[in-house]
């Protein structure tokens, strides 16, 4: 998605067959025609200002549409990811863990919360550990409802060795229930 260029520059990318007005009614919305024109364009970014660009995107949708923050966390999680704010990328890929979850995209709920665990080890508030107990528990759960049992044992066994490594006896605890749960 491209916005914020001048119409000249527009005009003449959208010319090249480059990009394309986007599918929304605004007329400030632009799309790449091909992902790999996208992904040239990216790839030419420097390391920081790439990092800068996601973190600028996310702010300006929250800007823009507050309600993206409901509906759309996983746009968010991913721009927060990249921007580098491990902590908003963590609330954002929990959240977006647990919508696709009520949702019964269990998928793309397994990949929300396996950005949210990756990203976890990097916060240093202890004040997330029952977050990060529910991304845990979000994982496993869409993993078993899905009916791959093996998978979230090792889940499990994960949530354990967090648990262990952070010195949480009581997560620890929950995860060996549900270990003997799961394996049941």
């Given at each position: 998605c491209m916005t914020a260029a001048p119409p000249a520059v527009l005009a003449l990318l959208e010319a090249a067959s480059l990009i394309r007005p986007g599918e929304s009614a605004s007329e400030a919305e632009y799309r790449f025609k091909h992902t790999l024109i996208q992904e040239t364009a990216y790839a030419g970014l420097l390391r920081e200002r790439r990092i800068e660009l996601h973190r600028q995107v996310a702010e300006a949708i929250l800007l823009v549409n507050p309600e993206a923050a409901m509906y759309q966390p996983a746009v968010?999680?991913?721009?927060?990811?990249?921007?580098?704010?491990?902590?908003?990328?963590?609330?954002?890929?929990?959240?977006?863990?647990?919508?696709?979850?009520?949702?019964?995209a269990h998928a793309e709920a397994?990949?929300?919360?396996?950005?949210?665990?990756?990203v976890a080890p990097r916060l240093a508030s202890t004040a997330l550990a029952p977050q990060i107990r529910e991304a845990f528990i979000g994982k496993g759960t869409a993993l078993e409802i899905s009916g791959h049992h093996p998978e979230a044992q090792r889940?499990?066994?994960?949530?354990?060795?967090?648990?262990?490594?952070?010195?949480?006896?009581?997560?620890e605890a929950d995860a060996l229930n549900r270990l003997a749960t799961a394996a049941t």
């Open positions: 968010l999680a991913f721009h927060y990811y990249h921007g580098g704010d491990d902590d908003r990328a963590f609330r954002f890929a929990l959240r977006a863990g647990h919508l696709a979850r009520r949702n019964y397994v990949a929300n919360y396996d950005l949210a665990l990756e889940v499990y066994r994960s949530m354990e060795t967090f648990a262990r490594e952070t010195g949480d006896p009581a997560l």
